[in-house]
């Protein structure tokens, strides 16, 4: 049974860089038949996709974010990573990462870790 | 467009049919996949495709597509339905995912 556990900081301070990290068990992070995806909910607020990567190294990002994220992989410790620079408030959220696939035109986002809190605050 | 749009909030007695809908441009291209989140949980899969049900819902949960609008339907709401609903989708260049904003889905 495939689980995702998120780990993180859980405190960061504004304009610095967050690092997460989604520890894969009972699954290969570099099988293609999945990809990789984080995700994350303020508050009291919707979710709100962050980016994905597929095993192939391809990585696609939220256009509201593009220029401060990086999605990576190592598969030697069967990790996926989320690099968030220059946070603010409003990047205090509930951070999750999930397995993905594709199947008859729709991205099923069928595998989420437990989520881990994110708090931007000096 | 890379919006959907959802209702924010529905109704159901218990025990009769209720429809959530998704609504967006790229769901002419795309179809809505759904997911259940109760409080202080993770979102669940429970609608994928045209109307694909993972290992583990039960079938009161279905789906459907017309034109830009997916829909998520229970036939037979029950207590434990009672949830926040979300929909996503990619938007119209393939690249991107997007969500829709939530239904908070009540059961009388």
């Known amino acids: 049974q495939v689980q995702l556990q998120e780990s993180g900081p859980g405190l960061v301070k504004p304009s610095e860089t967050l690092s997460l990290t989604c520890t894969v068990s009972g699954g290969s992070v570099s099988s293609d038949s999945y990809y990789w995806s984080w995700i994350r909910q303020p508050p009291g607020q919707g979710l709100e996709w962050v980016g994905y990567?597929?095993?192939?190294?391809?990585?696609n990002y939220n256009p509201s974010l593009n220029s401060r994220v990086t999605i990576s992989v190592d598969t030697s410790k069967n990790q996926l990573f989320l690099e968030l620079r220059s946070v603010t408030a409003a990047d205090t959220a509930v951070y999750y990462c999930a397995r993905v696939f594709y199947a008859a035109y729709s991205d099923a986002f069928a595998i989420w870790g437990q989520g881990t809190m994110l708090t931007v605050s000096s | 467009s890379s919006e959907l749009t959802q209702d924010p909030a529905v109704s159901v007695a218990l025990g009769q049919t209720v429809r959530i809908t998704c609504q967006g441009d790229s769901l002419r291209s795309y179809y809505a996949t759904w997911y259940q989140q109760k409080p202080g949980q993770a979102p669940v899969l429970v609608l994928y495709?045209?109307?694909n049900r993972p290992s583990g819902i039960p079938d009161r949960f279905s789906g459907s597509s017309s034109g830009d609008t997916g829909s998520l339907t229970i036939t037979g709401a029950q207590a434990e339905d009672e949830a926040d609903y979300y929909c996503n989708s990619r938007d119209n260049s393939g690249d991107i995912v997007v969500f829709g904003g939530g239904t908070k889905l009540t059961v009388l």
């Open positions: 990567i597929y095993y192939s190294g391809r990585t």
């Open positions: 495709g045209k109307n």
